[in-house]
């Protein structure tokens, strides 16, 4: 399985960027789908999150501002991202918690990242 993650960019505040991350590979299904941000120096944090059923979730720092969905049929998961601060200048990751194999295990699998820098 692999998490191709896209939609990166540099952007001026106040700015909006959709960020994309599809999965393929030998999925049967995939649970929840989310997304998470590592800023130079500091710990990666989590930015938002979807079930297979729809609920979401969201850091309080980007509540009202980015927009988690996701595209069963694609195995795909986004993050519109609007109102953009420099504070979100980050690395952005995606992962997966990915129902695979005969046993129908389940495992998290981890996009490779997508810069985001928004300029002051």
């Known amino acids: 399985v692999q998490l191709q993650a896209s939609g990166g960019g540099l952007v001026q505040t106040g700015g909006s960027l959709r960020l994309s991350c599809a999965a393929s590979g030998s999925i049967i299904s995939i649970d929840s789908m989310g997304w998470y941000r590592q800023a130079p120096g500091k710990q990666r944090e989590v930015v938002a999150g979807?079930?297979?059923?729809?609920?979401?979730a969201y850091d309080d720092s980007v509540k009202g501002r980015f927009t988690i969905s996701r595209d069963n049929a694609k195995n795909t998961v986004y993050l519109q991202m609007n109102s953009l601060k420099p504070e979100d200048t980050a690395v952005y990751y995606c992962?997966?918690?990915?129902?695979?194999?005969?046993?129908?295990?389940?495992?998290?699998?981890w996009g490779q990242g997508t810069q985001v820098t928004v300029s002051s």
């Open positions: 979807i079930t297979s059923g729809g609920s979401t």
């Open positions: 992962n997966a918690k990915v129902v695979e194999g005969t046993l129908m295990s389940r495992r998290i699998y």
